[in-house]
């Protein structure tokens, strides 16, 4: 089945200074790349997502790039805020367009953005 | 006006005991999921159910019982709970043709 990876567990940054965090997937039929935020007590929130049509997505501060040859997919946060300051999960949808989506996870990011 | 919503938000109860955890979801959507999030916050996948009917069930120990009365709501019933069942349950809902998966505020399950 699907295997998602997620590098790194922890990231600190200062504020004002770019995130990146980085996933891999397994299954090459694979087709949605969501990213949720997940703040503490609080649950997972969609922040942006990319299509296998796609090579890059932008919305203001957050970007996502995917690299289908390669089989991975990143998020880049610009200007960082200690707003930003959250568990970031990856996640990808194995075996393609079904129209049943089962989203497979990677194991978080946690990212602390220190003022 | 809650998009998904879980009923209860804390559970804790003694090993071997029977719970039930209620989701609810007022975005016309077709499917919805229970994920499980450990101590590590891995959150895993559990079941699916697309219309009221089950189309994703992830090696879960039947001693999980989903249920799912109309497609706006899915209930998920334990069994002879056990310590290893403590995490955080979250429902989520989706369109069956979209992609975006919307999370209620999750339970917290505690076995003590």
Not at chain 1, 35 to 60: A, F, H, M, T
Not at chain 1, 80 to 95: I, K, L, M, R
Not at chain 2, 6 to 20: A, E, F, H, R
Request: charged share 20%; proline share 5%.
């Amino acid at each position: 089945g699907e295997n998602v990876e997620q590098h790194p567990s922890t990231l600190s940054v200062q504020e004002g200074d770019s995130a990146v965090i980085k996933c891999t997937y397994s299954d090459s039929a694979s087709n949605y790349f969501p990213w949720y935020k997940q703040e503490l007590g609080k649950r997972p929130q969609l922040i942006i997502d990319i299509r296998s049509n796609v090579g890059e997505k932008k919305d203001q501060r957050i970007a996502v790039t995917l690299n289908k040859t390669a089989k991975h997919f990143s998020l880049h946060i610009t200007e960082t805020q200690p707003e930003d300051s959250a568990v970031y999960f990856c996640a990808a949808t194995p075996g393609g367009n079904t129209g049943f989506q089962k989203l497979v996870f990677g194991t978080g990011t946690r990212l602390l953005v220190s003022p | 006006d809650t998009a998904v919503s879980q009923t209860p938000k804390y559970l804790v109860t003694q090993m071997g005991n029977d719970k039930s955890i209620k989701c609810e979801q007022n975005l016309g959507h077709d499917t919805m999921y229970w994920y499980k999030q450990d101590s590590k916050k891995f959150l895993k996948i559990m079941f699916s159910y697309n219309n009221k009917e089950l189309i994703i069930n992830e090696t879960v120990p039947n001693r999980f019982s989903p249920k799912s009365p109309d497609k706006a709501h899915l209930n998920l019933h334990i069994n002879s709970l056990e310590l290893g069942d403590s995490a955080v349950y979250f429902c989520a809902s989706s369109q069956v043709s979209g992609f975006e998966q919307f999370f209620g505020p999750g339970t917290r399950l505690t076995v003590l």
